[in-house]
């Protein structure tokens, strides 16, 4: 398998040997706690062995369900929010070039992930006209947005299929023993997964909780397996940068940040990556962003953002560094035509593939941030395959771990996310809350 790699030529103006020196030691320690499983958060280290562990009997069961779903619904609604919504969507945004729905495959909605009443009268106007399932995921069982959507959709599939036809249609992934999803699952006997105890919501993309929303679109969950097994015996084999992809990640990163660089955009030059970058975003932004420190996880889908953002990524406050994912090989080939009259004076571009004008993009843009004071480092993807995001998914969520550590913080926790929820249930009355 080809693995991906991290090109650091562009952040070598900013950042000395010494400096990187120092920082691939902090990366080598802050690796050598994660794996004792004896730092901070150890009890959410289960994802580690994720790639490894994940057994042949709980894929085939996934690909059973896929199955026994495909055969009864032209849509499937995906129901979660934050951990338990954000991985499955990065990964299946990723394939729109191969989207499966229409050759035996449904085509996937979401819901849960928002409160907008608008988005839910939509999304009810289009189920209203079609056969459609739900796979709903909760690690908790009880987070107010997946829980008012599933209680949407659960009446309206019971008033239409009745309440055991409506049983066949959803699917449950939740915690084995607690919860209301766990509770009402178990009553009304859907079918369920469980959310292994030790893996917490942002690390979860490689269990049922991304695993089966995945395979319900017809994407190959093996290799998305396998390319995670090979990051993780990477990451496992080696605590020098040289060697292992995260390391190298985490210790460029943490380099520049004590430089001043406060904010990291991953940038990418293709659309179908945008929600990979909102996976990150959480995965980092949950683990790093505590005690009054981190890293702030930002975003940007090049060339789209340079005709906006791309003036202050030129020429704004030096306060960032890009990271960006560099797809190498296309799956299909479009070039440019040749025209005789030439009116528009692209001739110059006729017969060459939109990729080899993406890359010159990229270069030149590389070059220009640059010159204008910008570290980049760039993640080079062989191609976008299952086995290649396997990869990049487990790399991230090593060097988040790795990350964490060296900043000095939990980075399996996420205290902070509670603070809104009690004031909106005080707001809505919901006893026991108070602002
Ligand atoms: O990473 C996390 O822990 C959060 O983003 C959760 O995944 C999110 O809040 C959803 O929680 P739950 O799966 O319990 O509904």
Redesign the pocket.
């Known amino acids: 398998m080809e693995t991906l790699t991290i090109d650091i030529e562009h952040i070598k103006r900013f950042v000395t040997k010494s400096e990187l020196n120092k920082q691939a030691k902090a990366a080598a320690e802050a690796r050598k706690t994660l794996l004792s499983g004896k730092g901070a958060g150890s009890d959410f280290l289960g994802w580690v062995d994720l790639p490894a562990k994940t057994t042949t009997r709980i894929t085939s069961r996934i690909r059973n369900e896929v199955d026994r779903l495909s055969a009864i619904s032209e849509y499937v609604v995906v129901v979660?929010?934050?951990?338990?919504?954000?991985g499955a969507r990065a990964v299946i945004d990723a394939f729109q070039h191969r989207a499966a729905f229409g050759q035996g495959y449904p085509y996937i909605l979401y819901a849960g992930h928002t409160l907008s009443e608008d988005y839910y009268h939509w999304l009810m106007e289009i189920l209203a006209t079609v056969d459609y399932s739900v796979v709903v995921?909760?690690?908790?069982?009880?987070?107010t947005?997946?829980a008012v959507a599933f209680r949407l959709l659960k009446k309206n599939l019971e008033r239409r299929y009745g309440v055991h036809g409506a049983a066949q249609r959803i699917v449950a992934i939740?915690d084995q023993n607690r919860?209301a999803l766990h509770d009402i699952a178990l009553q009304k006997g859907y079918s369920s997964f469980v959310?292994p105890d030790n893996v917490?919501?942002?690390?979860?993309v490689l269990t049922p909780?991304g695993l089966l929303p995945i395979a319900m679109t017809g994407l190959d969950i093996d290799s998305l397996l396998s390319g995670a097994r090979h990051m993780r015996k990477v990451c496992l084999a080696s605590d020098s940068i040289e060697e292992n992809p995260a390391l190298l990640y985490a210790a460029v990163r943490n380099a520049l940040y004590q430089k001043g660089r406060q904010v990291e955009m991953m940038v990418n030059f293709a659309p179908n990556l945008r929600t990979i970058s909102e996976w990150w975003k959480?995965l980092y932004g949950?683990s790093e962003g505590k005690e009054g420190k981190g890293i702030l996880p930002h975003s940007l889908s090049f060339t789209t953002d340079l005709h906006s953002m791309g003036q202050y990524v030129q020429q704004g406050q030096r306060i960032m560094f890009e990271t960006v994912l560099s797809i190498q090989k296309p799956h299909h080939r479009v070039a440019i035509p040749v025209d005789k009259q030439n009116l528009d004076g692209l001739n110059y571009l006729a017969d060459k593939s939109l990729t080899e004008i993406n890359h010159c993009a990229e270069q030149g843009t590389v070059l220009a941030h640059e010159k204008g004071g910008v570290p980049v480092m760039r993640i080079e993807l062989p191609k976008i395959d299952e086995a290649t995001l396997g990869q990049l998914i487990y790399m991230f969520e090593f060097a988040c771990g790795v990350s964490g550590y060296m900043l000095g913080v939990n980075p399996f926790d996420?205290p902070g996310?509670e603070a809104y929820k009690n004031n909106m249930f005080a707001l809505l009355g919901k006893p026991g809350y108070s602002i």
């Open positions: 979660g929010i934050g951990g338990s919504y954000l995921i909760s690690k908790s069982g009880t987070t947005e997946p939740t919860g959310i917490g919501g942002r690390f979860s909780v959480q949950e996420q996310v």
